[in-house]
Every structure is written in structure tokens, then in C-alpha cells.
């Protein structure tokens, strides 16, 4: 059972929504953003780089959200070994 808020507008007139709709609004993206991060600073940690690859590299993965890591993992899926 979820629960109902009502927001007054400035008009006057209520808005209802749900407050479980709205915790998943902003948990979902949340959620994807730090899995990204994680799996992007695993495969950052396995793989070699020359310092100002690896400097570029954990600034674009740790201070760009979700594009940061998102591009560090497409760029790089070529260039990981396979493990055995």
C-alpha cells in the first residue's frame, strides 16, 4: 500500500502523487550511477595506464555522474584481457 502527499500550487490547486513513485525516481538513477562507478574503478584498477591516462581517467570515472564511467567502460572494452 503506498501513501499519497498532496502539494499545494501556487493557484491553489492540489497535485497528489505517490510517494513510493517518487523514492524510485530518484533511487533507480542513484542505484545505476554508483554500480557504474564501481564497476568502471574495478576495471580502472586491472588495467594499466601510463600516469596522465590514469589522472584523466579517475576524474572522468569519480566527478562526471553517470557519462563519466559510462565512457571509461565503452572505450576501454576492447582493451581488458580476457582472464582465464
Request: net charge neutral; hydrophobic share 55%.
Amino acid at each position: 500500500m503506498t501513501t499519497t502527499d498532496r502539494v499545494t500550487t501556487e493557484g491553489g490547486t492540489y497535485v497528489e502523487f505517490s510517494s513510493a513513485a517518487y523514492d524510485y525516481m530518484f533511487s533507480v538513477p542513484l542505484v545505476v550511477a554508483v554500480v557504474l562507478v564501481v564497476v568502471a574503478l574495478v576495471r580502472f584498477m586491472r588495467t594499466k595506464h601510463d600516469t596522465i591516462t590514469a589522472i584523466l581517467a579517475m576524474v572522468l570515472i569519480v566527478l562526471v555522474p553517470i557519462l563519466g564511467p559510462a565512457a571509461y567502460l565503452c572505450v576501454t572494452r576492447h582493451t581488458v584481457p580476457a582472464t582465464a
